[in-house]
């Protein structure tokens, strides 16, 4: 299993070049809220792993390895960003915690998941996401957080 730095670093990349269609240090930098030297170090040895071409002064890659590993914890990410919408948490912490959840997780648990946001988002179903979200207003209403 890879550590979650390795996975936070493909999955940066992933985002940044499909994003931007480059990437640099420095925004990598900035988007995993780490120092440029700690970046260039880690992205020599993504390389010398094989999951990224990185020489200095040209451009940052995905070998086919690191863009398959990077697009399924992608795809992780956003199954935990549209669960925890789902159940009401707000978009900016949804998508923060997402990153949380992506690393770790049974590959059963993640199936699960998957199939409970596929679940709640057919037409049929999307009562019972509306009901679910009107129990936790009343909830609210009634015993706020402290
Ligand atoms: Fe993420």
Same mark, same amino acid.
């Given at each position: 299993?890879?550590?979650?730095?390795?996975e936070?670093?493909?999955?940066?990349i992933?985002?940044?070049?499909?994003?931007?269609?480059?990437?640099?240090v420095?925004a990598?930098?900035e988007?995993?809220k780490?120092?440029?030297?700690?970046?260039?170090?880690m992205?020599?040895?993504?390389?010398s792993?094989?999951?990224v071409?990185?020489r200095?002064?040209?451009?940052i890659t995905l070998? *086919?390895?690191g863009?398959? @590993? !990077?697009?399924?914890?992608r795809a992780?990410h956003?199954?935990f960003? +549209?669960?925890? /919408?789902?159940i009401?948490?707000?978009?900016?912490?949804?998508?923060k915690?997402?990153?949380?959840l992506?690393?770790? *997780?049974?590959?059963?648990? @993640? !199936?699960q998941?998957?199939?409970?946001?596929e679940?709640?988002e057919? +037409?049929?179903? /999307?009562?019972?996401?509306?009901?679910?979200?009107?129990f936790?207003?009343k909830?609210?209403?009634?015993?706020?957080?402290s």
């Open positions: 299993m890879l550590s979650r730095k390795t936070d670093y493909l999955e940066a992933y985002d940044e070049i499909k994003e931007k269609g480059y990437v640099r420095k990598l930098a988007r995993l780490v120092k440029p030297p700690s970046v260039s170090e992205l020599s040895r993504l390389h792993q094989g999951y071409i990185y200095k002064r040209s451009g070998t *086919l390895e863009e398959k @590993i !990077a697009k399924s914890i992780r956003d199954i960003e +549209k669960f925890l /919408k789902i009401g948490v707000p978009d900016e912490i949804a998508g915690d997402a990153c949380i992506e690393h770790h *997780l049974d590959k059963k648990t @993640i !199936a998941f998957k199939a409970f946001v679940f709640a057919q +037409k049929e179903n /999307k009562q019972f996401s509306k009901a679910f979200r009107e936790c207003r909830k609210r209403e009634t015993n706020p957080p």
